[in-house]
């Protein structure tokens, strides 16, 4: 497992600084949130990781490999998955399709195979298959396989989401607020499968979330964004007690 170093990270759009010198650590094996208030840097900082964005200024690095100017297409080989905010679904597949699709890099047989479909290309497909089955049955998605995703309810949707990430068999998966616009229950299943993908998939996970009480319950380490520079990191006990974050969060004068 890799340890992702992203190293004086600065991102400017125009005369605005979304990211500004942020140096982040995500060590293997943990659940790493990242939070702060609305515009932080958050998305920002995933879309960096992720190859969406180019960071103006500074380096990111995922194990040996350079993310820093990578395309998204690279870095989901080096091993890095994302579930993003909004739903990155095909509404009118059905969730089998959609989780299939999400292996189209791992099949790797030639046009010859896939017309005559015996052979490698059966034994490939046969192998993505399963793998994308194993997802969905530690999803609890079997009952939704067959339905086409606009017709299941926002919380499977969001579910599904994490899904797709997860046929791609990562290493490190980058959560941007997968429990965003859900009810109490729908959160607690999230919750649920965030814990058992670290612990018995082991995967790396870093969370962007605005739920603190979820932050503090499940993360090993959590990173502060404000304005897009860190102001504080450490434990979630640590990041309780630490003046800047209560002031990013409720004001100097409320945190006196």
Same mark, same amino acid.
Request: hydrophobic share 40%; net charge negative; with cysteine.
């Given at each position: 497992?890799?340890?992702?170093?992203?190293?004086?990270?600065? &991102?400017? $759009?125009?005369?605005?600084?979304?990211?500004?010198?942020?140096?982040?650590?995500?060590?293997?094996?943990?659940?790493?949130? +990242?939070?702060?208030? #609305?515009?932080?840097?958050?998305?920002?900082?995933?879309?960096?990781?992720?190859?969406?964005?180019?960071?103006?200024?500074? *380096?990111?690095?995922?194990?040996?490999?350079?993310?820093?100017? =990578?395309?998204?297409?690279?870095?989901? @080989?080096?091993?890095?998955?994302?579930? $993003? @905010?909004?739903?990155?679904? $095909?509404?009118?597949?059905?969730?089998?399709? #959609?989780?299939?699709?999400?292996?189209?890099?791992?099949?790797?047989?030639?046009?010859?195979?896939?017309?005559?479909?015996?052979?490698? =290309?059966?034994?490939?497909?046969?192998?993505? !298959? =399963?793998?994308?089955?194993?997802?969905?049955?530690?999803?609890?998605? /079997?009952?939704?396989?067959? !339905?086409?995703?606009?017709?299941?309810?926002?919380?499977? @949707?969001? !579910?599904?989401?994490?899904?797709? =990430?997860?046929?791609?068999?990562? /290493?490190?998966?980058?959560?941007?607020?997968?429990?965003?616009?859900?009810?109490? *229950?729908?959160?607690?299943?999230?919750?649920?499968?965030?814990?058992?993908? @670290?612990?018995?998939?082991?995967?790396?996970?870093?969370?962007? /979330?605005?739920? &603190? %009480? +979820?932050?503090?319950?499940?993360?090993?380490?959590?990173?502060?964004?404000? $304005?897009?520079? +860190?102001?504080?990191? %450490?434990?979630?006990?640590?990041?309780?007690?630490?003046?800047?974050?209560? *002031?990013?969060?409720?004001?100097?004068?409320?945190?006196?």
């Amino acid at each position: 497992m890799n340890q992702l170093d992203v190293s004086d990270v600065t &991102l400017t $759009f125009g005369g605005l600084n979304a990211l500004t010198h942020a140096d982040i650590t995500i060590e293997p094996g943990l659940i790493t949130s +990242v939070i702060g208030p #609305n515009g932080a840097g958050k998305t920002s900082l995933l879309n960096c990781i992720s190859g969406f964005y180019h960071p103006t200024k500074g *380096e990111i690095h995922y194990g040996e490999h350079r993310l820093t100017k =990578a395309s998204p297409h690279n870095i989901t @080989q080096y091993g890095i998955a994302r579930a $993003f @905010q909004n739903l990155e679904l $095909f509404r009118g597949m059905t969730v089998l399709d #959609n989780l299939m699709l999400a292996r189209h890099r791992h099949l790797k047989y030639s046009f010859l195979h896939a017309v005559i479909y015996y052979g490698k =290309a059966s034994r490939i497909e046969a192998e993505n !298959r =399963a793998h994308v089955e194993d997802v969905i049955d530690f999803m609890e998605l /079997e009952p939704y396989r067959k !339905r086409t995703v606009g017709s299941l309810s926002y919380g499977v @949707q969001k !579910r599904i989401e994490v899904a797709r =990430a997860l046929t791609l068999g990562p /290493e490190l998966l980058l959560l941007d607020e997968p429990m965003a616009g859900m009810n109490i *229950e729908e959160k607690e299943d999230i919750v649920r499968f965030v814990i058992d993908i @670290q612990k018995e998939r082991n995967i790396t996970i870093v969370l962007v /979330e605005h739920d &603190l %009480g +979820v932050v503090m319950d499940i993360s090993d380490r959590v990173y502060v964004l404000d $304005f897009g520079e +860190v102001i504080g990191s %450490g434990t979630p006990k640590e990041i309780a007690a630490n003046r800047k974050v209560i *002031e990013a969060y409720i004001g100097e004068e409320e945190s006196k």
